[in-house]
């Protein structure tokens, strides 16, 4: 799990690279743990230990360069295009094994 900007929460899984993202009302504790449960817990189950790598971070760059092509001049709509880019990056193939995170 890791933050990005100022109100997207992102968890990805290490195997498949596939990527949850949720947007945020505010980096409180509360309100990330609420995310963080209700989205990801309850759809994909409890992990056993959490880790990271460096893909999270890539992941953040790839989510940032596809909301560029789609997020208005005044960028007040980024909201609107964040699972859409997340649905993007999960339903494209992973150099490494040509498959999608979401096939994985």
Do not use: C
């Not at 290490?14 to 449960?37: D, G, I, M, P």
């Amino acid at each position: 799990m890791d933050i990005v900007g100022p109100l997207v929460e992102s968890e990805m899984d290490l195997l498949s690279k596939y990527t949850v993202t949720v947007q945020l009302v505010n980096h409180l504790a509360e309100s990330v743990e609420r995310a963080f449960v209700h989205e990801k817990d309850t759809k994909f189950g409890i992990p056993q230990k959490l880790l990271t790598d460096h893909a999270i971070e890539r992941w953040h760059r790839s989510l940032a360069k596809i909301l560029r092509h789609f997020v208005s001049y005044n960028q007040s709509n980024w909201d609107q295009w964040v699972n859409f880019a997340t649905f993007v990056h999960n339903t494209t193939p992973y150099m490494a094994t040509g498959i999608t995170p979401h096939e994985i």
